[in-house]
């Protein structure tokens, strides 16, 4: 059964920093590109960062490069989302995700890459 259990969520002020965790099980993690999402109430789910398999590329969408950093430890299967210079406008869930196949291949939006899902973490940002 896979699993992927997100963590480190929470209210903060503008401009603090956050890390978030994933840790995964039922997957064959080295294999497996991973991304971050997020998701207000009435919004499509977006994206946010990507990893590939190797962790020799990654993907950021525009609102948050620069900003944020993904990056994966195989031998935890984890992957990581630091985030920092956090501004109100990244309230959302975060969602952990995996995908069956080693690289991402959709771009800009790889959201069709992915095949199973965390339950979210909440992330709060105050101004």
């Known amino acids: 059964q896979v699993q992927l259990a997100e963590s480190g969520g929470g209210l903060v002020q503008a401009g603090a920093s956050l890390r978030l965790s994933c840790v995964t099980s039922?997957?064959?993690?080295?294999?497996?590109?991973m991304g971050w999402f997020r998701q207000v109430p009435g919004k499509d789910r977006e994206f946010v960062a990507a990893i590939n398999r190797n962790a020799g590329t990654t993907y950021y969408s525009d609102s948050v490069r620069g900003r944020f950093t993904i990056s994966r430890d195989n031998a935890k299967n984890t992957v990581y989302l630091q985030m920092s210079t956090l501004k109100p406008e990244d309230t959302a869930v975060y969602y952990c995700?995996?995908?069956?196949?080693?690289?991402?291949?959709?771009?800009?939006?790889?959201?069709?890459?992915?095949?199973?899902w965390g339950q979210g973490t909440q992330v709060t940002v105050s101004s």
């Open positions: 039922g997957i064959t993690f080295d294999r497996s590109a």
């Open positions: 995700a995996a995908s069956i196949y080693g690289v991402v291949t959709t771009t800009p939006n790889p959201l069709p890459d992915f095949d199973f």
